[in-house]
C-alpha cells in the first residue's frame, strides 16, 4: 500500500506499506480525498511531541468503505464514509455520558506520542472502528466530507456558546476554525457576527463566510470598534488562536456576564486577565475537538448552510503531499486547506 509517510522529523516520503487488515469492529476504507490540518504542518518537525516517526499522518479523510469485520453491522463494502479523528472507546465514563472527545482512552488518527501509536489517512487505505464512521449524504462530495472534522470543531465549539439569535459574537482568529466558527454562528441563527485577525486576506474571507464586519486586530482601536459594531459589546466571543494578545483581544470585546469559548491552543500557557474575568462575571468554556456533532455538520453541509468549497485551495496526488507541507509551511498567501488524493 501507497502511504506518505514521516520518515524522520521535517522529513516526508512516499513508502510501501503493508496492507491494514481490520479487527472485528474495524472497517478498512479506501482513501479518497485527506485534507492537511495545521497540526500536521505544526508536528511535522516534532516540536509537538505528536508526531514521533515514523508515522503516517491525517486524520481529515473521506473514502469508501473496502473491507468490514465480523462484527461490523451498520457499514459494508462500497458505502461512502468519513469519519472521527478521535478513536474513542465507548466504554469509559466520559464515553457513556457523550462526552468521547474526553474519552478516557481515545487516540487520534495520525498521531504517534508515548502514549500510542495510530496511523492516519494518508494512504491508499486506513482502518478505523465502526462506532466512528459516517455514511455521507448524496449532496456531500468526498473532498467536502474531508472537512467534516474541522467543521466539527468549530460547531462543538458554537453548541458550547448557546447562541441566542438576537445576540452579536466576536471570532477572533479567522484561519480555518474561524473561518467555519463564522459559518457555524450563522447557521445558528446569528446575524452579528464581527471577525478579528492580523491578515487582511482572511478577514476577506471571513466577509465571504458571512461576518458582518472585519476588523484588524493590531488596530489600536479594535476592541472599541468591536464594541461599537456589537451594540455595546459581544455577548459571545470565540478565539480560535491560544495565544496571550487574541485571547486578551476576546476577553475585553464581551460585555459583562458575556461568554468565551476557547478554540485555539498554539500557546500551552498564556497570561490570564483574571480580575477582568471575575469582575465581569465572564463564563469560559475551554472547547476540545468534537463530541457526536458529525451527523449534524453532515446535514448543515448537504442543505448548504456551510459550505466549505471555497475554503479548499488544491487538490493534489499524494505523491505531491511533501513539497505542499512545505509550502503550508512557507505561510504561502492565500493557501487554506489542501487536500491530498491517494
Known amino acids: 500500500m501507497k502511504a506518505l509517510l514521516l520518515t524522520a522529523p521535517g522529513r516526508l516520503e512516499i513508502a510501501s506499506l503493508p496492507e491494514p487488515r481490520c479487527g472485528d469492529d474495524e472497517v478498512v476504507v479506501r ?6 490540518c495545521g497540526s500536521d504542518v505544526h508536528g511535522l518537525d516534532g516540536s509537538t511531541g505528536r508526531r514521533i516517526p515514523p508515522l503516517v499522518m491525517g486524520h481529515e479523510a473521506a473514502g469508501e468503505v473496502a473491507a468490514v469485520g465480523r462484527a461490523a453491522t451498520r457499514l459494508q463494502p462500497g458505502d461512502r464514509v468519513t469519519f472521527d479523528s478521535t478513536v474513542w472507546c465507548g466504554g469509559c465514563a466520559y464515553c457513556r455520558q457523550g462526552d468521547v472527545n474526553l ?18 489517512a494518508f494512504a491508499e487505505r486506513v482502518v478505523v472502528p ?64 464581527v471577525a478579528v485577525d492580523v491578515d487582511p486576506l482572511r478577514l476577506e474571507a471571513a466577509r465571504s463566510c458571512g461576518a458582518t464586519a472585519t476588523l484588524l486586530a493590531d488596530a489600536s482601536d479594535v476592541v472599541a470598534n468591536v464594541t461599537a459594531a456589537a451594540d455595546g459589546g459581544a455577548a459571545i466571543a470565540v478565539e480560535c488562536v491560544g495565544a496571550t494578545a487574541p485571547v486578551r483581544t476576546a476577553l475585553a470585546s464581551l460585555r459583562k456576564g458575556g461568554r468565551l469559548v476557547l478554540v485555539g491552543n498554539v ?22 475537538a468534537s463530541a ?37 509551511q512557507r505561510r504561502e498567501p492565500g493557501l487554506l486547506k489542501v487536500m491530498l488524493r491517494p
Request: proline fraction near 6%; glycine fraction near 8%.
Open 103 to 120: 474519552c478516557e482512552n481515545r487516540q487520534v488518527l495520525g498521531v504517534s506520542c508515548e502514549e500510542y501509536r495510530r496511523h492516519g
Open 267 to 288: 500557546s500551552p500557557v498564556i497570561e490570564w486577565p483574571l480580575q477582568t474575568v471575575v469582575t465581569r462575571q465572564l463564563t469560559v468554556h475551554g472547547s476540545c
Open 31 to 36: 482513501v479518497r480525498a485527506c485534507g492537511i
Open 292 to 328: 457526536g456533532e458529525y451527523p449534524r455538520c453532515l446535514e448543515l453541509m448537504a442543505m448548504g448552510a456551510i459550505d466549505v468549497r471555497p475554503l479548499i485551495s488544491a487538490m493534489a496526488p499524494l505523491e505531491e503531499g511533501a513539497a505542499w507541507f512545505a509550502r503550508l
Open 130 to 193: 465502526e462506532r466512528i464512521c459516517h455514511r455521507l449524504p448524496d449532496a456531500v462530495s468526498f473532498e467536502e466530507a474531508a472537512m467534516v472534522e474541522p467543521v466539527a470543531v468549530a460547531v462543538h465549539a458554537v453548541r458550547l456558546a448557546q447562541p441566542q439569535p438576537e445576540e452579536a459574537a466576536v471570532v477572533v482568529g479567522t484561519g480555518m476554525i474561524g473561518l467555519l466558527v463564522v459559518q457555524a454562528l450563522r447557521a445558528a441563527g446569528l446575524s452579528r457576527i
